[in-house]
């Protein structure tokens, strides 16, 4: 640089600080209408295909290196103490739609009525031993990925956006997403986020340990015996999978590890 040189004038360095903050402006723009797309449902099934089809290439996780099953259980515990202290409940609030639990109708009838006490309490020790089985109020893994696409769906590149704080279970992630990409068919040319460019994605994957297990893959002999200790106690719960007809119980001998997917932002 040199007294006199042109790219020292105002109007030079004004032009290049209205391009930066230009920039920096369309950049939170193209955010918000991204997580937006996503938040208002107005993306391609493509990309609910998409998400099925990568959940399918981690269907069978190994058990990473996670916390023991009371450090777990503990986890549970002082995250519902979390929640009743924000919110006064100790799980999620339920959405308008949202029917209530029945342990919440026991709460409402037994409000007034002591002789309730006891059967409200099994009941909200059931949904609360039922969300730590399926891994609702279990510690989680939780990576953010990038996915780079071209217009036909080849997958071109996979950012790592942030770690999940295990290695092993980041590396797994990653690794799954090239082969999940080359089974999957192409995207329709005019299909809201597919651009003549490509299409660019952000995604979360979310692990966790699960205790649920289909009754149909239960056997006679020890798992009977297990069933009915756990019925002696009380502690015998379970929930129904209407879409596939299966029967789930909580299975605290055979954890194993469930990848979720979950779509953040379409660009």
């Known amino acids: 640089m040199r007294p006199g040189d042109p790219s020292l004038s105002a109007e030079s360095l004004a032009a290049e600080e209205h391009a930066r903050v230009s920039e920096r402006v369309q950049g939170i723009v193209d955010e918000r209408r991204a997580r937006d ?18 959940e399918k290439q ?11 099953f009371p450090k777990q259980l503990l986890y549970s515990y002082a995250e519902k103490a979390r929640q009743f202290g924000a919110t006064g409940s100790p799980g999620s609030m339920p959405g308008p739609r949202q029917a209530p639990k029945p342990g919440e109708l026991i709460a409402r009838r037994a409000r007034n009525e002591p002789g309730y006490n006891r059967l409200r309490g099994l009941t909200q020790a059931g949904e ?8 609702v109020s ?25 770690r999940s704080g295990n290695r092993a279970y980041d590396d797994y992630v990653l690794q799954s997403v090239p082969p999940a990409l080359a089974k999957f068919p192409a995207p329709p040319s ?63 001998r055979n954890p194993h590890f469930e990848c979720r997917s979950r779509l953040l932002r379409v660009y």
């Open 37 to 54: 797309r996503v938040d208002t449902g107005r993306i391609h099934p493509y990309f609910g295909q998409l998400r099925a089809q990568l």
């Open 190 to 252: 005019d299909a809201m986020g597919v651009h003549t460019d490509g299409i660019r994605s952000v995604w979360a994957v979310e692990g966790r340990v699960v205790y649920a297990r289909k009754l149909s893959d239960m056997k006679q002999g020890t798992d009977n015996v297990y069933l009915a200790a756990l019925a002696a106690a009380g502690f015998l719960a379970g929930n129904f999978e209407e879409t596939t007809g299966e029967v789930y119980v909580i299975d605290l």
């Open 138 to 162: 279990t510690m989680k893994l939780v990576v953010t990925l990038e996915l780079l696409q071209g217009a036909d769906g080849t997958l071109r590149e996979v950012k790592l956006i942030s």
């Open 58 to 68: 981690m269907d069978a996780p190994p058990l990473f290196d996670m916390p023991s």
């Open 128 to 135: 609360e031993l039922q969300d730590f089985a399926h891994g």
